[in-house]
């Protein structure tokens, strides 16, 4: 299964192998899976599975190219994004080229950051690619940890979980990468938001179907293609969406079912003892948080992606 390539496979046939790569005995036990030197890993190898495609399988993108909003006429308005405001810089990622790639390594005003998005967990995180000295160019490294993506940077081989935001193996264990604050929302509320906003092209120096969505279906479906540790409890669906937030280590999710029956566009709420605002957007089922009304760093995600990291997590219930 390592071998499988995501080139020119049909929808049915990729998945099909992803699911058919979770029966089979992870190497992981081994010591090794991909190529990648596990042995001072920081969770247990035996949950570390391969999703079906080798290293690089699925290809980051390294060399992103923008177009102006104006230009951008093959998004429509309800498509989903990842958008991001930096040093003056607006951007957005459809998740319609993301989901054939999960890693765009960027710089913004010469700020070196990656994009990443995990399709089987529904998560979009942006983090400062600094780490140390260095400027880390990631890419996809084939394995999941909890159904979620495990990055590598290429300087040093070491694995990075995406939603635990720290590297689990390799030189870089246990080295944390900084959150950046970003949007999950609708093309048509960020660029009316963001008017000057460029857009990552489909010129991505890949041949895929953009227009075609690889994973039609995953999301309504109460399934996920792969165990994980912990199994979400009801009474939301296992793909509902949530805005999951951290403050001082302490952890709490914001079910969008619960936020729309609250019917709120801005709430208060307190953490670790510490107080902040949520915003939500109904007609773009989006949340945020925010602080003097700047978004802060968190985290949109599958309800039971949240849950298998976070099942001590508060959980906010709508009054």
């Known amino acids: 299964m390592g071998q499988i390539s995501l080139v020119n496979m049909s929808r049915t046939s990729w998945l099909t192998a992803a699911i058919l790569a979770c029966t089979i005995p992870s190497l992981a036990t081994a010591q090794s899976l991909h190529g990648f030197d596990l042995h001072n890993a920081t969770i247990p190898v035996e949950h570390i599975l391969s999703g079906g495609p080798s290293r690089d399988g699925i290809p980051a993108i390294d060399s992103p190219v923008f177009e102006s909003a104006s230009s951008a006429t093959w998004l429509e308005a309800g498509e989903r994004i990842l958008g991001i405001s930096l040093e003056g810089v607006s951007r957005a990622y459809p998740i319609a080229i993301l989901n054939w790639h999960e890693v765009v390594n960027d710089v913004i005003s010469g700020r070196p950051i990656v994009i990443t998005y995990c399709p089987l967990c529904g998560t979009g995180m942006a983090f400062d690619s600094r780490v140390g000295n260095r400027n880390v160019k990631f890419g996809v490294s084939g394995l999941l940890f909890q159904s979620d993506v495990l990055l590598y940077d290429r300087q040093t081989e070491s694995l990075w979980s995406q939603i635990m935001s720290v590297a689990i193996s390799g030189p870089q264990q246990g080295t944390k990468l900084d959150s950046l604050a970003l949007t999950h929302t609708s093309w048509g509320a960020w660029r009316d938001d963001h008017p000057d906003t460029d857009v990552l092209s489909r010129n991505t120096g890949v041949e895929r179907d953009y227009m075609q969505d690889p994973y039609a279906g995953y999301a309504d479906s109460p399934r996920t293609l792969f165990p994980v540790i912990n199994r979400a409890p009801g009474p ?84």
Do not use: C
């Open 236 to 319: 939301w669906h296992a793909k509902d969406w949530v805005l999951g937030v951290e403050v001082n280590g302490k952890y709490k999710a914001y079910p969008f079912a619960e936020l729309s029956t609250q019917g709120l566009r801005q709430f208060t709420d307190e953490l670790a003892g510490e107080r902040f605002t949520i915003a939500w957007d109904e007609e773009n089922k989006s949340a945020a948080m925010l602080r003097d009304n700047k978004i802060q760093p968190s985290i949109t995600a599958f309800w039971f992606a949240w849950y298998a990291f976070h099942p001590g997590a508060e959980v906010f219930q709508a009054r």
